[in-house]
């Protein structure tokens, strides 16, 4: 059996070390044959395929970003694409599968080629944490992990100058990176998508934080609307799927909580760093759970299925129990770290 592996969408921390699961135990377990499908699936369209043996792999667990290359290609676009003409091209390459590690739009292309006839395996990947179906995904606890340090360095500069700071991290329409950030760095206000707050709101928790001789730390996604918004905001045009590309809140928080408040207020984006340098402890033990468990499902030929986290157990569901709908904050965990404000 000849398997194609791909990392399609967005990258983060631990797509590496799924890759080397998977080549470890399907290679070793199973004798099967792995090649690498280079930048997402462009590389199925066009066929742009290499071998993946055990020396391309070592050492990549504790290594950012993706060897494979990515990219947010539609396999049903272009003259090479559909999937005719990719059962076409795997054929000729002798390939009997694929293992397509992505989040949503990565997973509904892979929903579809499945029903279309292509055997597919799933892996779960976003920063987000927004895909259903898996109680986690790899590269959101880096990404927490990275904000959580931003901030404790912003907390020490904004003490010193009793500034108020706004964080913004990524979450276009989640906010669980700012939930868990916010909470562990001891956020004074955490401004998600799912919970719109207006300014006189935001204000007043600053304020109070301000009066108690605190220097205020504001959490924002990026995704986060204020009151009365009708989109979040973007000033930075649209993206290969044709979404606003999302940054700035925090630039349109700030001068708003200074003039409010008066008080010095400072804004910083952490932007693609939460993306990247290497997966932490948490995310390569994960990534490579869910490596392994993909290669038993190649194996098993349980085709059409998607490997998540469910407690502490690697299970196997259907593409769709991920797809349709987010992983948003329920209310109650927002009220929960709401206490903790101002």
Request: charged share 25%; with cysteine.
């Given at each position: 059996m000849k398997i194609g592996i791909l990392t399609s969408g967005g990258d983060c921390p631990g797509l590496n070390a799924v890759i080397r699961?998977?080549?470890?135990?399907?290679?070793?377990a199973y004798d099967i044959e792995?090649?690498?499908?280079?930048?997402?699936?462009?590389?199925?369209?066009?066929?742009?395929f290499f071998p993946l043996t055990r020396h391309e792999v070592k050492g990549l667990s504790k290594v950012g970003g993706t060897i494979l290359g990515t990219s947010r290609t539609n396999p049903y676009e272009g003259p090479r694409g559909g999937a005719e003409n990719i059962s076409k091209t795997l054929y000729g390459h002798h390939i009997d599968g694929i293992i397509a590690i992505g989040g949503e739009g990565t997973l509904a292309a892979a929903n579809r080629l499945a029903g279309d006839?292509?055997?597919?395996?799933?892996?779960?990947?976003?920063?987000?944490?927004?895909?259903?179906?898996?109680?986690?995904?790899f590269g959101f606890d880096t990404a927490v992990n990275i904000a959580s340090e931003a901030m404790d360095r912003l907390r020490t500069t904004g003490d010193s100058h009793q500034r108020c700071m706004v964080a913004e991290v990524m979450g276009r329409h989640v906010g669980w990176?700012?939930?868990h950030a916010g909470m562990a760095s001891g956020a004074?206000?955490?401004?998600?998508?799912?919970v719109p707050l207006?300014?006189?709101e935001i204000v007043s928790l600053v304020s109070k934080?301000?009066?108690?001789g605190r220097a205020p730390l504001v959490v924002v996604s990026e995704g986060f609307t204020l009151k009365g918004m009708d989109e979040a905001y973007s000033d930075k045009g649209l993206d290969a799927f044709n979404r606003p590309r999302l940054g700035g809140i925090a630039e349109v928080l700030a001068p708003e909580i200074e003039k409010l408040t008066g008080i010095e207020t400072r804004a910083t984006v952490l932007g693609h760093i939460q993306r990247g340098g290497s997966p932490s402890a948490f995310d390569r033990v994960l990534a490579t759970r869910l490596g392994l468990a993909a290669a038993d499902a190649v194996h098993d030929q349980a085709w059409g299925k998607m490997v998540a986290l469910h407690n502490t157990d690697i299970v196997r569901i259907p593409f769709e129990d991920a797809l349709g709908?987010?992983?948003s904050v329920p209310q109650y965990r927002y009220d929960e770290a709401a206490v903790l404000f101002g």
């Open positions: 699961g998977i080549v470890l135990k399907a290679s070793i792995l090649v690498g499908i280079r930048d997402g699936w462009r590389g199925v369209v066009d066929g742009d006839g292509i055997n597919v395996i799933g892996v779960p990947k976003t920063i987000d944490n927004d895909l259903r179906g898996t109680d986690y995904s990176i700012a939930l004074h206000v955490i401004c998600i998508p799912e207006s300014i006189d934080a301000h009066d108690r709908e987010l992983n």
